[in-house]
């Protein structure tokens, strides 16, 4: 029986169990269509390609920094600076997590990897935006006074989000393959930039 689910969202979701599990190099229009139990036809009436719909899942499927981060650029002082660090580290660290498995194909291919960069540019996205979305909280926490005057937002958002990328895929040759927990990961992050913007 066919999901109640419109069609859009179905095919998002296929995407996304695809990207996940084959990859996105290997995940085709085709396969995404019958998964989502519909024609190719029909994903290309809610999507222009394979790179947009990767797009979408970033943006959709996968926990959310933008709106986070923009939250509380609008806000700065709502919260203990240490907590809406902490909070960041962990989204982006699940983001990067989560987002890591699906990407890591388009350094594989270069035709794929141009393509998605031209996709991004036509939609106004990119890895950039998180780093942008940061640095702007960061300088707002700035003018209001808690944190030094002369911190360098830019490359404590550089840093924080570096970490959290390489959080994703630093630890699969280690010995037990495990990655830092989250949780402890992002507090410890957080305070460690922190005594560096304080």
Do not use: W
Request: hydrophobic residues 45%.
């Amino acid at each position: 029986m066919p999901s109640a689910k419109p069609a859009r969202e179905r095919i998002l979701d296929a995407a996304h169990e695809l990207m996940l599990t084959v990859g996105l190099a290997r995940a085709t229009t085709k396969e995404i269509a019958r998964v989502a139990g519909c024609s190719e036809a029909a994903l290309y009436k809610h999507y222009a390609s394979k790179e947009e719909l990767f797009i979408r899942v970033l943006s959709e499927r996968l926990p959310r920094l933008t709106p986070l981060l923009r939250g509380l650029a609008a806000e700065p002082g709502r919260a203990p600076l240490e907590d809406n660090l902490t909070e960041i580290a962990r989204q982006a660290a699940l983001f990067y997590e989560q987002s890591f498995p699906i990407a890591a194909s388009l350094y594989a291919q270069t035709q794929l990897k141009r393509r998605h960069d031209e996709t991004m540019r036509e939609l106004g996205t990119g890895p950039h935006l998180p780093i942008e979305g940061l640095d702007a909280y960061l300088r707002a926490e700035r003018a209001a006074g808690r944190i030094r005057s002369d911190a360098d937002t830019f490359a404590a958002a550089s840093l924080l989000l570096g970490a959290c990328a390489q959080r994703a895929f630093a630890y699969e040759a280690t010995s037990t393959g495990v990655r830092p927990p989250v949780d402890a990961f992002a507090r410890r992050l957080a305070r460690t930039l922190l005594a560096g913007l304080g």
